[in-house]
């Protein structure tokens, strides 16, 4: 439960409050220029309490997310890195990121790419020219 009053946490927590508080006196707001004859308020005084409730509704789920975890398991406090057997070993902090690694194979020669590279590197060189002043040719 620690982790719920982090102030990240205190915010939210203040944030729903404040929204869910917000959406039933806008509620009662409406029922008051409703029972002052504008008809119109009698559907939002029924969706503003609504509103908080969906508001209630996320905090409580969040709420739950937090507790659970990542996984779906309670969460239990970190624990700090093991020491390293031998002194200078590297200190495992978790699982190992497995990358899939493609063989290394040369960039396929590609007139077009080749043409355009050297177009932009002209422009790149000539940095007050106009496209249309190229010397090459572009071809689309």
């Known amino acids: ?11 939210r927590h203040l944030l ?8 039933l006196a806008l509620g009662w707001w409406q029922y008051s220029r409703a029972a002052d004859g ?11 309490p609504v509103f908080g409730g969906f508001v209630v509704f996320i905090w409580w789920r969040e709420v739950q997310l937090a507790r659970r ?13 093991a020491a ?12 190992p990121v497995r990358v899939s690694v493609e063989p290394a194979t040369g960039p396929a020669h590609d007139p077009e790419l080749d043409a355009y590279n050297d177009y932009l590197a002209w422009l790149a060189a000539h940095p007050g020219a106009r496209p249309s002043d190229y010397p090459g040719r572009i071809t689309t």
């Not at 729903?16 to 959406?23: D, E, F, Q, S």
């Not at 975890?69 to 890195?81: H, L, T």
């Open 1 to 11: 439960m620690k982790g719920l009053w982090t102030p990240a946490w205190i915010a």
């Open 16 to 23: 729903a409050l404040v929204l869910a508080a917000g959406c």
């Open 38 to 48: 504008n008809s119109i308020s009698w559907g939002y005084m029924f969706q503003w």
């Open 69 to 81: 975890g990542p996984a779906g398991e309670p969460v239990s406090p970190p624990q700090p890195p």
């Open 84 to 95: 390293p057997a031998t002194p200078g070993a590297p200190v495992t902090l978790g699982r």
